[in-house]
């Protein structure tokens, strides 16, 4: 059996296996409680599939003649995985909303839902005044607090303090500590740093000004697809269109890329169909890809390093013990 063929029969597993998760959903109309733990076990291995999915059938991309029919056959497992998976989302949803919508159904005034108790610990982003943070740091912290009908306005303002440092603390500092000035603080904190115009110039100078990789290793590719990941998802997000750079981003890029992969890439490119264009997540798939393989190797390696001095060690101990032996017998001896 040839290598492309192994490749095929393993994609036709991972085929197999959320035809049977569809299947699954198929019998399942209404959740029950006891239906619920199933559900988000499947829902876990579903999720892990399509990284098992991804890395055979990049293979087989790269190594493809027709890279139309691989891209095809990629279109509509992904298709069918994300439906599904929003499928199975969707019912966990709706079970959710009924039990809460039986909870509020309890006469609880407003007054008691804003006294003052012990609040639950939230994990709340820190943000120091970089531009580079500032979407992430927005959308996180209004979906945690300040949207939350549930905390009242002075410990949002605590919530507040607790996450500003350096100079975006220096911003709110002369606030006075009141419910009444939480508002105006949350203003005035994104009139200061929600520049449109800045966060666009912010994020375009991170895209240009990758560090150069010098030598292959997976975590600094993974780091390099996270960077490209959360700059790109702020431009698209501030309104730039992205999914037209394809060609500029692939080529600052691969600029930045250790000679390894680099070669690696251009062998890789030079199998594709040349009247084809390359998109930029076929090339995000290959370095994700790379690094996934340059990790197995990496962990092969400290395996057998690790090995080594353990067979070392036990030679050593051997040795030191014969030597002894030999020493009591002589010692007998005489």
């Known amino acids: 059996m040839t290598t492309e063929e192994k490749l095929v029969k393993k994609r036709s597993s991972y085929k197999g296996r959320l035809t049977m998760f ?27 599939l399509y990284a098992q999915y991804d890395e055979v059938q990049l293979q087989l991309e790269c190594a493809a003649d027709d890279m139309q029919s691989q891209l095809n056959e990629r279109s509509m497992f992904e298709s069918q995985y994300y439906k599904a998976l929003a499928r199975a989302q969707n019912l966990l949803t709706k079970y959710n909303k009924s039990n809460n919508d039986d909870a509020c159904s309890e006469n609880v005034t407003r007054a008691s839902k804003h006294r003052l108790v012990k609040l639950p610990t939230i994990q709340l982003p820190k943000f120091s005044g970089s531009y580079e943070n500032w979407l992430e740091f927005h959308d996180t912290f209004s979906s945690l607090i300040h949207t939350n009908d549930g905390i009242d306005e002075i410990n949002k303002f605590h919530y507040l303090r607790a996450s500003l440092e350096g100079s975006a603390a220096v911003v709110i500092q002369s606030f006075e500590f009141s419910a009444s000035n939480y508002a105006v603080a949350w203003k005035v904190l994104c009139e200061r740093f929600d520049n449109k115009r800045l966060l666009i110039q912010n994020h375009v100078s991170a895209l240009f000004n990758i560090d150069p990789i010098s030598r292959e290793s ?28 394809d060609t500029l981003l692939i080529h600052i890029v691969t600029h930045k890329l ?16 040349q009247n084809s264009s390359i998109t930029f997540d076929l090339f995000i798939q290959f370095v994700r890809g790379r690094a996934d393989l340059i990790e197995t190797l990496e962990m092969s390696r400290n395996l057998n390093s690790t090995s080594h001095k353990s067979s070392s060690k036990l030679k050593a101990m051997v040795s030191v013990q014969h030597t002894n032996n030999n020493n009591t017998l002589q010692h007998r001896l005489n």
């Open 218 to 245: 997976s975590v600094v590719l993974k780091r390099l697809i996270d960077n490209l990941n959360k700059n790109l998802r702020a431009l698209e997000s501030l309104g730039e269109p992205v999914k037209q750079w």
């Open 258 to 273: 250790d000679q390894k992969t680099y070669r690696e890439w251009e062998e890789c490119k030079g199998r594709l169909d």
């Open 22 to 48: 569809i299947s699954y959903l198929d019998t399942v109309e209404s959740l029950k409680d006891s239906d619920i733990a199933e559900l988000q076990l499947r829902i876990g291995k579903v999720e892990s």
